[in-house]
C-alpha cells in the first residue's frame, strides 16, 4: 500500500518568511513520483512541483522547493518569502510504477500573516 | 479556455434523488479521473478512464457510475443520494504517457450537498 503523511493540520507564517510543509510517505515501489498541490479557499487544484524518485537534485519552481531525503522518505515542500496569497490548504502526493494513481496525503493548511 | 471544465459547481438536492456531474477536457489527455473530497479535505480517487476504458474502480458503492462517451468527457451519474454523498467531488485529467511525472489537471470541483 502507498501513504501519505502529513503531521502538521495546520501552519503559521509571518509574510515574507520561509516555511516548510512535511511530508512523509510509504511505497514499496522502487519508482515513484511526489507532487505537491495547493488548493486556495477558492477550492481548485493547483500543481506546484514534482521530484521523481531517481532524481539527484531537490526540485525547485520560482519560490518552491522539495527537500527531498529519500532514506527518510520525505519530501518536504519549503516556501520562500511567503505572500499572503500563499494561504491555502498544501497536498503532498505519490504516483508509484505499482499503482495507477495519485494518492493524497490529509494535507496542511497554511495561514501567512501580514 | 478552462482545460478541465466540470458543471454544476453546485449541486443541492434532496436525498433519494438520481444527479450527474459531467466533466471535459481539452487538453487532449488520455486518461480521466473522478475524485472525492469529504468534508475533512481528504482526496480519494474514485474512477479513472483511459480512451473510454474503466482503469480504476475504487471501492464506490454502485450508486456511482461513471461514463466516458469519449475520452475528452467523463460524467459521474449518482443513483439514490444519500447524505454522505455530500462532499465535493473534483474531475481531473492527465496524459498517461506512462511516467511517474504524470501530473493531474483537476477541474475546479462540484459541491455537493444532499438534504
Sequence with gaps: ?114 | DTAVSQTPKYLVTQMGNDKSIKCEQNLGHDTMYWYKQDSKKFLKIMFSYNNKELIINETVPNRFSPKSPDKAHLNLHINSLELGDSAVYFCASSQDRGGLDEKLFFGSGTQLSVL
Design chain 1, 1 to 114: 500500500a502507498q501513504k501519505i503523511t502529513q503531521t502538521q493540520p495546520g501552519m503559521f507564517v509571518q509574510e515574507k518568511e520561509a516555511v516548510t510543509l512535511d511530508c512523509t510517505y510509504d511505497t514499496s515501489d522502487q519508482s515513484y513520483g511526489l507532487f505537491w498541490y495547493k488548493q486556495p479557499s477558492s477550492g481548485e487544484m493547483i500543481f506546484l512541483i514534482y521530484q521523481g524518485s531517481y532524481d539527484e537534485q531537490n526540485a525547485t519552481e520560482g519560490r518552491y522547493s522539495l527537500n527531498f531525503q529519500k532514506a527518510r522518505k520525505s519530501a518536504n515542500l519549503v516556501i520562500s518569502a511567503s505572500q499572503l496569497g500563499d494561504s491555502a490548504m498544501y497536498f503532498c502526493a505519490i504516483l508509484g510504477t505499482g499503482f495507477q494513481k495519485l494518492v493524497f496525503g490529509t494535507g496542511t493548511r497554511l495561514l501567512v500573516s501580514p
